[in-house]
């Protein structure tokens, strides 16, 4: 099932902060974020595993919390290259050792001056 | 630049022709899967290949297939294309079969039109 990511879309002045959910209704491994630019490759940015939290980039980081199935990315003192639509891919188990990546429809962050 | 190749960048067919789309994955990766897409749309899972093995299917249609060749280059084949097939299609690879803590690096895309 496709993970629900909110808000749908976001407007930032520089220097504003965000946070971007991902929830899931089935159980998690893994949470999996990327960051997409307009017509690009979407391009990872980091994963968390269970109750881990990482930071994959400067000022971007994330949580997962396992008894919700959510994770949450947070950028802080957004700048302007921030800009594109961001996509998290939740990893459940496929069978035979494979875990799956199911991507929710992204959030759009617009980063103005 | 992630590693990940793809070709064409754009196609630009008619209904009812076939194409074929050709993803060669990055240095040393075993898996291959293949992504649609759509306007506004988040990335729909379509296939999995594993050293040359399907390993996975998402929301592929009939008209679709795909395979992964001995040198672990991978093609997708879309036929009868239709209005709606249009579309980025993306490749992806990774390490290994697909584990959890693994991470996909995605090609550039190929855009179809289909007029």
């Known amino acids: 099932q496709q993970p629900v990511q909110s808000p749908q879309a976001v407007i930032l002045r520089e220097g504003e902060d965000a946070v971007i959910n991902c929830s899931s209704s089935k159980a998690l491994y893994s949470v999996h974020w990327y960051r997409q630019k307009h017509g690009e490759a979407p391009v990872f940015l980091m994963i968390?595993?269970?109750?881990?939290e990482q930071k994959g980039h400067d000022k971007i980081s994330a949580s997962f919390n396992e008894k919700k199935q959510q994770s949450s990315l947070y950028l802080t003192a957004s700048q302007l290259s921030y800009s594109g639509t961001y996509f998290c891919g939740t990893a459940a188990y496929s069978g035979a050792g494979s875990y799956q990546l199911t991507f929710g429809k992204g959030t759009k962050l617009s980063v103005i001056p | 630049d992630s590693g990940v190749t793809q070709t064409p960048k754009h196609l630009i067919t008619a209904t009812g022709q076939r194409v074929t789309l050709r993803c060669s994955p990055r240095?040393?990766?075993?898996?291959v899967y293949w992504y649609q897409q759509s306007l506004d749309q988040g990335l729909q899972f379509l296939i999995q290949y594993y050293n040359g093995e399907e390993r996975a299917k998402g929301n592929i249609l009939e008209r679709f297939s795909a395979q992964q060749f001995p040198d672990l280059h991978s093609e997708l084949n879309l036929s009868s294309l239709e209005l709606g097939d249009s579309a980025l299609y993306f490749c992806?690879?990774?390490?290994?079969?697909?584990?959890?803590?693994?991470?996909?690096?995605f090609g550039p895309g190929t855009r179809l039109l289909v007029l």
């Open positions: 968390l595993l269970k109750g881990g």
């Open positions: 992806a690879s990774s390490p290994t079969s697909g584990r959890a803590l693994e991470t996909q690096y």
């Open positions: 240095s040393g990766d075993l898996s």
